[in-house]
């Protein structure tokens, strides 16, 4: 690779599903303490990025909706861009520019972590164009200063969260296919945080001394309890599907997946979908695919260094 005239590289920006959701408490900063899995699909967003001379951050494909100064994307490049001219770290700082582009296809707002995806996308790219060698926790903590969900996409692996979803143990729940459908409502994850009726008082779970004897089916995900109280658009939808398979909302919502052994089943019942539900079939996987497209890339880097 030469310093001149660089080429863009791809990566993806996977969703993430909360397999169930409890929330056990409040700090005093008005965070919540959760107990949660996290599982990764095999569906994301796509980011190209180039690095470029100087020190400009460059969207080049604006996200509707979302102003540039509050796009995730700028946010992470910013910070970790700062993070290394302040700590003066090794790098070469003519070179911590970069242009940047997004093909979205994950539905904002639902529960499934694009925005905080993004972020961390971002960081582990950037960290490894850039070629800073920051460590995979120093980036999660950066990351968590972004939003709570970025330190599990930095991670890439399957975890069994506590804290406010940072503090992670690895689990490997079986890989099945999901029907992700969205009722037709936005809702923000703070208004769900804020309300006086969301459930904190969940006990906390009871491993056995062994997290992967855990039976999902027998969690529950506590803000879909509020959500399906306050929008009836999520309630119907939940109804109609739990008479296909196992559903339940992630994160704040508004998302709904549905579990199934084959594509083919997910598939089916998408098809039956009332009209105008958006909706996608993908498959959980417990390692990110972000994790094999950073480490093609630290490979190509050595190659092209001559080692
Ligand atoms: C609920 C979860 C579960 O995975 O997912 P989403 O539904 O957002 O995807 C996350 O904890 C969300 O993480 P994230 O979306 O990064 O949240 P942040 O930007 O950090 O916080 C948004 C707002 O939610 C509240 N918040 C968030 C996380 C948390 N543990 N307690 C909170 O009270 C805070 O009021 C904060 O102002
Ligand atoms: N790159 C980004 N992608 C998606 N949302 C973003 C991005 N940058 C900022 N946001 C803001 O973050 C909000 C939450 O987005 P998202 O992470 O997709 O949902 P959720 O937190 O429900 O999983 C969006 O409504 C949007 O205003």
Not at 24 to 52: P, V
Not at 118 to 141: G, H, Y
Not at 195 to 213: P, W, Y
Request: aromatic residues 8%; glycine residues 8%; contains cysteine.
């Amino acid at each position: 690779m030469t310093e001149t005239n660089q080429q863009f590289y791809s990566f993806p920006a996977p969703a993430k599903l909360n397999l169930f959701l409890h929330i056990i408490g409040q700090r005093s900063d008005g965070y919540h303490q959760l107990e949660t899995i996290f599982q990764f699909l095999d569906h994301s967003d796509t980011i190209e990025i180039r690095k470029t001379q100087g020190n400009s951050i460059e969207l080049l494909t604006p996200i509707d909706g979302v102003l540039h100064e509050d796009n995730l994307i700028v946010k992470a490049a910013r910070l970790l861009q700062n993070h290394l001219l302040k700590k003066n770290h090794s790098v070469n700082s003519l070179f911590l520019g970069a242009q940047i582009k997004i093909t979205k296809i994950l539905p904002m707002g639902g529960g499934l972590g694009g925005g905080s995806s993004n972020a961390a996308t971002i960081l582990l790219a950037l960290n490894t164009l850039w070629q800073a060698n920051l460590s995979t926790t120093e980036l999660a903590k950066l990351g968590l200063s972004l939003g709570a969900d970025v330190p599990i996409f930095i991670y890439g692996f399957a975890a069994f969260a506590e804290g406010v979803g940072e503090e992670l143990t690895a689990v490997y729940p079986e890989e099945s296919w999901f029907l992700v459908s969205k009722p037709n409502v936005s809702i923000s994850t703070a208004s769900i945080f804020t309300d006086a009726d969301l459930t904190r008082n969940t006990a906390k779970v009871n491993f056995n001394d062994d997290i992967g004897k855990l039976d999902i089916d027998l969690c529950h995900n506590d803000c879909q309890t509020l959500v399906i109280k306050k929008y009836p658009e999520v309630a119907k939808l939940l109804a109609w599907l739990v008479e296909y398979a196992p559903s339940r909302m992630t994160g704040t919502g508004a998302c709904i997946f549905s579990r199934f052994d084959t594509e083919q089943e997910a598939c089916r019942i998408q098809s039956l979908l009332p009209s105008g539900i958006i909706s996608f079939v993908a498959k959980g996987v417990n390692t990110s695919p972000l994790r094999s497209a950073i480490k093609n890339l630290i490979t190509l880097q050595a190659e092209n260094a001559g080692y």
